[in-house]
């Protein structure tokens, strides 16, 4: 009998059933495709062998004069900076040391390793970090190990409690010295994104409580928790981070801007842009008009102001700033000098509100211009020279970003998701046509929607998006979009940040389960563990369903791209009946680079194709199958 090929249409559909997309792909999980066929996507491996603290959902690449190359990480309770393999804790302290009672430690229980720690006026919440110093061995405990970092896990207005790396030899100990200083770490931030309580908070009633103000039902509110956007959800952690020259510049979402001078090292600490610093004897000292906070910050191309959006502006008199922050407001520093923000004559430094929207939600510098979304459209920021320094334009109204993470910029194109659709700007803003749409926000967890985070890996032509499903409080899906070949995949993993081509020529990424850093495109398993991957074509029949299809002989085309010794995948034959019925595999083949075909009695109405891999370094690329497969009756 003549042989049939099975070429299906490219890319996962799952805008129609899956018996209307017959002839295409319509399930798939690390798969890719590229040049029109499905591939197992790359593994991942640790780059380094040690979890951060908290979630990260931030990274960010630069380089200094001498070449050394950084990787900042911004996590919900840490900001780092990698660099030869190694993490340096560069996390903003919230006050100066401070020298604690006498003997402050004191142990609880032999049964348990928590130590209460004399702290008075401490201001600590459960979950923030503290890091103690100029203590002294006591019980079980040497100095190493006091002298260290600590979360706390209880707290009141003057003890703090901590779990220590040993249990005591007795309970009731005190001990540490008389010379033990305490610094206290910004607080943590969340790690998921919470909905508010609270009758006076919307959208019960009311406007979202300032300062000070009352959250309803007799709680007390943290103005540090509030999401800036949405005064309903009290909002993760979300870090910004850029490089203005070789230093780093750092800002919480709501929050305060934070610089690193690379001049001091890697064991010197981001200090708040406000307050003054000497770097090597040379003083910064910033002026009255510095933001004290901001929604977002980056580094304009080019001329090099550094940005502020969402921030405060000046007092009617000019002469500080105000105490709340206006959404809307975008503000830039002098050029070439991060600490100037007052409008003078003889500098480049000011500031311009959007005219339309509530808030601004976030930007993104291009090659020409900074790309700024809000509530209620897209604007274009492109410098102009003086006076104005900055001309903004509307781009498009009507349209918006699900979360200050979720654009990309791939070379020519910017690419982002917004509430149920995607989009492309390419000089103009275009809905981008997706496969795979309703599959998407079809199952998501809008309330986490600040975690999307889309990642760009051009090696492969390729945006990802990863987003939390409804049923998850992360993210643990990703839908993929090839640019090149306009073609759509699905699959899970759970990443919370991404950054193409980082330090070893490889996208690096970070996930919650580990917190760990991974290289992507690194091998074919999952960290030394194996990586599953399958594709599952849509049903095939004959005349409509009219007659019964046999199969008797399959021919196989893979691609064997692992490092293992002995490679294979699975090659099953589905069939049902009607589509509303159960698949069942009526016939399941392991393929190996030697096998040349495979006989079969296969006979059903509908039949699909789902190949897939489960075993350690197996990596494949699906080429074209052959089968003898020809209408068989109607009955």
């Given at each position: 009998?003549?042989?049939?090929?099975l070429q299906f249409r490219p890319g996962?559909v799952r805008e129609v059933t899956e018996?209307?997309?017959?002839?295409?792909?319509?399930?798939?999980?690390?798969?890719?495709?590229?040049?029109?066929?499905?591939?197992?996507?790359?593994?991942?491996?640790?780059?380094?062998?040690?979890?951060?603290?908290?979630?990260?959902?931030?990274?960010?690449?630069?380089?200094?004069?001498?070449?050394?190359?950084?990787?900042?990480?911004?996590?919900?309770?840490?900001?780092?900076?990698?660099?030869?393999?190694?993490?340096?804790?560069?996390?903003?302290?919230?006050?100066?040391?401070?020298?604690?009672?006498?003997?402050?430690?004191?142990?609880?229980?032999?049964?348990?390793?928590?130590?209460?720690?004399?702290?008075?006026?401490?201001?600590?919440?459960?979950?923030?970090?503290?890091?103690?110093?100029?203590?002294?061995?006591?019980?079980?405990?040497?100095?190493?190990?006091?002298?260290?970092?600590?979360?706390?896990?209880?707290?009141?207005?003057?003890?703090?409690?901590?779990?220590?790396?040993?249990?005591?030899?007795?309970?009731?100990?005190?001990?540490?010295?008389?010379?033990?200083?305490?610094?206290?770490?910004?607080?943590?931030?969340?790690?998921?994104?919470?909905?508010?309580?609270?009758?006076?908070?919307?959208?019960?009633?009311?406007?979202?409580?300032?300062?000070?103000?009352?959250?309803?039902?007799?709680?007390?509110?943290?103005?540090?928790?509030?999401?800036?956007?949405?005064?309903?959800?009290?909002?993760?952690?979300?870090?910004?981070?850029?490089?203005?020259?070789?230093?780093?510049?750092?800002?919480?979402?709501?929050?305060?801007?934070?610089?690193?001078?690379?001049?001091?090292?890697?064991?010197?600490?981001?200090?708040?842009?406000?307050?003054?610093?000497?770097?090597?004897?040379?003083?910064?000292?910033?002026?009255?008009?510095?933001?004290?906070?901001?929604?977002?910050?980056?580094?304009?191309?080019?001329?090099?102001?550094?940005?502020?959006?969402?921030?405060?502006?000046?007092?009617?008199?000019?002469?500080?700033?105000?105490?709340?922050?206006?959404?809307?407001?975008?503000?830039?520093?002098?050029?070439?000098?991060?600490?100037?923000?007052?409008?003078?004559?003889?500098?480049?430094?000011?500031?311009?509100?959007?005219?339309?929207?509530?808030?601004?939600?976030?930007?993104?510098?291009?090659?020409?211009?900074?790309?700024?979304?809000?509530?209620?459209?897209?604007?274009?920021?492109?410098?102009?020279?003086?006076?104005?320094?900055?001309?903004?334009?509307?781009?498009?109204?009507?349209?918006?970003?699900?979360?200050?993470?979720?654009?990309?910029?791939?070379?020519?194109?910017?690419?982002?998701?917004?509430?149920?659709?995607?989009?492309?700007?390419?000089?103009?803003?275009?809905?981008?046509?997706?496969?795979?749409?309703?599959?998407?926000?079809?199952?998501?967890?809008?309330?986490?929607?600040?975690?999307?985070?889309?990642?760009?890996?051009?090696?492969?032509?390729?945006?990802?998006?990863?987003?939390?499903?409804?049923?998850?409080?992360?993210?643990?899906?990703?839908?993929?979009?090839?640019?090149?070949?306009?073609?759509?995949?699905?699959?899970?993993?759970?990443?919370?940040?991404?950054?193409?081509?980082?330090?070893?020529?490889?996208?690096?990424?970070?996930?919650?389960?580990?917190?760990?850093?991974?290289?992507?495109?690194?091998?074919?398993?999952?960290?030394?563990?194996?990586?599953?991957?399958?594709?599952?074509?849509?049903?095939?029949?004959?005349?409509?369903?009219?007659?019964?299809?046999?199969?008797?002989?399959?021919?196989?085309?893979?691609?064997?791209?692992?490092?293992?010794?002995?490679?294979?995948?699975?090659?099953?034959?589905?069939?049902?009946?009607?589509?509303?019925?159960?698949?069942?595999?009526?016939?399941?083949?392991?393929?190996?680079?030697?096998?040349?075909?495979?006989?079969?009695?296969?006979?059903?109405?509908?039949?699909?194709?789902?190949?897939?891999?489960?075993?350690?370094?197996?990596?494949?690329?699906?080429?074209?199958?052959?089968?003898?497969?020809?209408?068989?009756?109607?009955?």
């Amino acid at each position: 009998m003549p042989l049939t090929k099975l070429q299906f249409r490219p890319g996962i559909v799952r805008e129609v059933t899956e018996y209307s997309n017959s002839g295409g792909w319509y399930d798939a999980d690390k798969v890719r495709f590229r040049q029109g066929y499905p591939e197992k996507i790359g593994g991942w491996r640790s780059v380094v062998n040690q979890a951060l603290e908290g979630v990260c959902r931030h990274i960010h690449q630069w380089s200094s004069l001498e070449s050394d190359r950084y990787v900042g990480l911004g996590t919900s309770s840490h900001l780092y900076i990698l660099w030869s393999e190694s993490y340096y804790d560069i996390t903003p302290l919230k006050q100066a040391a401070s020298t604690l009672p006498a003997n402050p430690f004191t142990t609880i229980s032999t049964t348990s390793n928590e130590l209460t720690v004399q702290a008075p006026s401490n201001g600590a919440r459960i979950g923030d970090y503290v890091i103690f110093s100029g203590a002294t061995a006591f019980d079980a405990y040497t100095a190493a190990m006091l002298n260290q970092e600590f979360v706390v896990v209880a707290s009141d207005a003057n003890t703090i409690t901590i779990a220590g790396p040993v249990a005591p030899n007795a309970a009731g100990v005190s001990g540490g010295g008389s010379s033990v200083t305490i610094n206290y770490l910004i607080p943590s931030g969340q790690d998921d994104a919470v909905v508010g309580q609270g009758w006076g908070v919307p959208p019960w009633g009311g406007t979202a409580p300032g300062a000070g103000m009352s959250s309803g039902w007799g709680e007390a509110f943290d103005p540090n928790q509030l999401n800036p956007v949405d005064p309903t959800v009290n909002q993760l952690r979300l870090w910004d981070l850029d490089n203005f020259g070789e230093d780093l510049v750092a800002n919480i979402r709501g929050g305060a801007i934070y610089y690193w001078h690379q001049a001091l090292g890697l064991s010197a600490r981001a200090v708040p842009l406000n307050q003054a610093i000497t770097v090597n004897g040379v003083p910064f000292t910033p002026d009255f008009a510095v933001p004290a906070t901001a929604r977002q910050i980056l580094v304009s191309p080019n001329d090099r102001h550094l940005v502020a959006m969402g921030c405060e502006d000046l007092n009617s008199a000019g002469t500080g700033i105000n105490a709340e922050p206006d959404l809307l407001l975008v503000r830039w520093s002098t050029e070439e000098d991060a600490y100037t923000w007052a409008p003078l004559r003889t500098n480049t430094a000011g500031s311009q509100r959007l005219s339309a929207g509530s808030y601004i939600i976030c930007g993104m510098r291009t090659a020409q211009e900074i790309l700024i979304w809000t509530d209620l459209g897209l604007w274009s920021m492109k410098y102009i020279g003086t006076p104005y320094v900055f001309g903004f334009e509307p781009v498009a109204e009507g349209l918006s970003i699900i979360g200050p993470n979720a654009a990309i910029n791939a070379g020519s194109i910017v690419l982002w998701m917004d509430r149920g659709i995607f989009y492309a700007y390419t000089g103009q803003v275009q809905e981008l046509p997706c496969a795979v749409k309703d599959y998407v926000f079809g199952d998501f967890n809008y309330l986490q929607g600040y975690k999307v985070y889309a990642g760009h890996n051009h090696a492969f032509s390729e945006v990802a998006w990863f987003y939390p499903s409804a049923d998850s409080q992360e993210n643990d899906r990703y839908v993929l979009y090839n640019y090149g070949e306009q073609t759509w995949s699905i699959g899970t993993i759970e990443r919370t940040a991404w950054l193409d081509l980082g330090r070893a020529n490889y996208p690096v990424a970070t996930d919650r389960a580990k917190s760990h850093l991974y290289y992507h495109e690194y091998g074919d398993d999952d960290d030394g563990a194996p990586l599953p991957a399958f594709v599952e074509s849509a049903d095939v029949d004959a005349d409509g369903g009219e007659h019964y299809l046999f199969l008797s002989r399959l021919i196989p085309d893979v691609i064997f791209r692992g490092d293992a010794d002995e490679q294979s995948v699975g090659v099953s034959v589905l069939t049902r009946s009607a589509p509303g019925k159960p698949k069942t595999v009526a016939a399941r083949l392991e393929v190996t680079p030697y096998t040349p075909e495979e006989y079969i009695r296969v006979r059903e109405r509908q039949i699909s194709f789902r190949i897939e891999s489960e075993a350690l370094g197996v990596g494949w690329r699906l080429g074209t199958l052959r089968t003898d497969m020809q209408p068989d009756g109607r009955r």
